[in-house]
């Protein structure tokens, strides 16, 4: 059971001799290049799944981090943690999943499993998480993600999928889904409760879906009127467009600001503060390349706001999210494509075609 399989997916590769890749490939355009290659999974253990799967979403993260906006990183490199697909080889120690099963992977793929954050449904913040891609195994095993054909996981990290949720729904609520759903119930998202969504992309559509299933009057943000009939079709209950003086009419009329937004540049953020109610909380979710600019730290102090960041999701919380898509019916709105366009897919991404998120499907024999 403990030998290694060997998986194929689609890679970025470097054709030097420098295994390590660079942002500066971003300018050779060879940043979306894929080559089909075979890699060695992680030794199957009796607490482990494999996984075939069958669909894959693609993640504003693949493309930070295959442009090297992330830093750089070992190649070959697969990118890709949302991940749909079958069990097909479950260990004598994993409970709840049996051969057959669909399941799901999202961003992260181990942790120690000892520490108290694992221990209270927090191991997304375990100082040993290993994420799903872009990361080594304690044996030194590097972690590829789901542009492949297969996968192997410890059991906490593969997410049982309800009968409603198809594999190509479901997939990209593993990463995109759950970073949002985790701040919203964490910050008490629901009947009551006002909630602003800064950006409609990928993670901003989930946050609205998501926020509006929950029971929360809905605020969008959007800085054009290019996406209203899409906001309004997603529940959204106001759409502010981002025009100077946005913020005036909503002055501390919010409980929690879900920010989505990718670009640090003209971030208006004091103007997004002032329009949460006394302790309400802005949470930044999306993770733009640069760093955002500062504010003034008074800025924090007419309503005693909160500014703070939230990193993916717990099973428990992933499990939550599945089952309030199963019950109100919550479908993402994605373009399938089969898994060779990878190319095209974080292309579209890149340049903000996506509406809201590619899913690739299975196509490598």
Known sequence: MSAQKTFKGYAVTDSSDDSVWTRSLLDTNKWSDFSLVEYPSKKFE??????????????????????????????SMIVGHEIAGTAVRVGSKVQGIKVGDRVGVGAQIGSCYECKYCKSDNEQYCPKMIDTYASKYPDGVRTQGGYSNGIIAHEQFVFPLPAGVSNAEACSMLCGGLTVFSPLVRNGAGPGKKVGVIGVGGLGHYALLFAKGLGAEVYAFTHSHAKEADIKKMGADHIVITEPGFQEQHAR?????????????????AEYLSMLDVHGKFICVGLPDEPIAGIPA??????????????????????????????????????????????????????NKARYRYVLKQDIA
């Open 46 to 75: 009796e607490t482990d799944v494999e996984i075939a799967i069958t669909h894959c979403g693609v993640c504003g993260s693949d493309v930070h981090t295959i442009t090297g906006g992330w830093g750089s990183f070992e190649t």
């Open 253 to 269: 009329g919010l409980d929690l600001i879900i920010s989505t937004r990718d670009a640090a540049s003209g971030f208006p953020l």
């Open 298 to 351: 008074a800025a924090f102090v007419p309503n005693g706001c909160f500014f703070g960041g939230s990193h993916i999701g717990s099973k428990k919380e992933a499990l939550a999210m599945l089952a309030l898509a199963d019950e109100k019916g919550i479908k993402p709105w994605i373009e399938e494509l089969p898994m060779k366009e990878c190319k095209k897919a974080v292309e579209g991404v890149k340049n």
